[in-house]
């Protein structure tokens, strides 16, 4: 059942993710972690750090990941046929409209109402990245003082390094060594 489940949830999101792997975030987020309670947000994030850190397309990645933690190698197999499934369909369907008939106006109109609704789906998870980054927490608490320094210096670093155009290989691994040395840190002055 769990198998059939995890098809399921991801041919949802492999659906809706109009945009790319990074529109794919809330759409797993709100099946794996708000619905099912299968992770929590931490365990989520570090899937979708592990998926960008890996070869391949972020979202399939994902899945994978996702469903490798759920309910092992079958687990990881549906979850990946049911992200792809749609789009495998969908796109046939598409090019051959789109081969046909050339650049169909209607299509193009939803393809632009659709691309604000993506930004928006990214928006949100990565706000709910930040909440985690900066304060360990899944929701924002009601004290902001409680900050963690680690997560605001690696954030400040790495948006610098993004808006240098550093490659992301770079700097995801500079901030791991950062978060691991800067936590060794932390833990001697205690």
């Given at each position: 059942?769990?198998?059939?489940m995890?098809f399921?949830?991801?041919?949802?999101?492999g659906?809706f993710?109009?945009g790319?792997g990074?529109?794919s975030m809330p759409l797993i987020?709100a099946?794996?972690v708000?619905?099912?309670?299968w992770?929590?947000?931490?365990e989520?994030?570090?899937i979708f750090?592990?998926s960008?850190m890996?070869?391949g397309?972020i979202g399939?990645?994902?899945?994978?990941?996702a469903g490798m933690?759920?309910?092992?190698?079958?687990g990881a197999v549906c979850?990946?046929?049911g992200?792809c499934t749609p789009?495998?369909?969908?796109g046939i369907?598409?090019?051959?409209?789109?081969?046909?008939y050339?650049d169909i106006?209607p299509i193009?109109?939803?393809?632009?109402?659709?691309?604000?609704?993506v930004?928006?789906l990214?928006?949100?998870?990565?706000?709910s990245?930040?909440?985690?980054a900066?304060?360990n927490v899944?929701?924002l608490p009601?004290?902001?003082?409680?900050?963690?320094?680690?997560?605001?210096?690696?954030?400040?670093?790495?948006?610098?390094?993004?808006r240098?155009?550093?490659?992301?290989?770079?700097?995801?691994?500079a901030?791991?060594?950062?978060?691991l040395?800067l936590g060794?840190?932390?833990q001697?002055t205690?």
């Amino acid at each position: 059942m769990i198998y059939l489940m995890l098809f399921w949830e991801f041919a949802k999101v492999g659906l809706f993710c109009v945009g790319g792997g990074y529109a794919s975030m809330p759409l797993i987020q709100a099946a794996v972690v708000d619905t099912y309670h299968w992770m929590n947000l931490s365990e989520f994030v570090d899937i979708f750090t592990i998926s960008q850190m890996t070869p391949g397309p972020i979202g399939i990645n994902a899945a994978t990941f996702a469903g490798m933690k759920i309910a092992g190698i079958p687990g990881a197999v549906c979850a990946t046929i049911g992200f792809c499934t749609p789009s495998l369909i969908l796109g046939i369907l598409l090019a051959r409209l789109f081969f046909r008939y050339g650049d169909i106006g209607p299509i193009r109109g939803i393809l632009n109402g659709l691309r604000p609704a993506v930004v928006a789906l990214i928006a949100a998870a990565g706000i709910s990245f930040v909440v985690l980054a900066l304060w360990n927490v899944e929701t924002l608490p009601s004290d902001l003082r409680t900050i963690d320094p680690i997560g605001v210096i690696i954030l400040a670093a790495s948006l610098i390094a993004v808006r240098r155009k550093v490659s992301v290989i770079k700097l995801l691994a500079a901030s791991g060594v950062a978060g691991l040395l800067l936590g060794l840190a932390r833990q001697m002055t205690l």
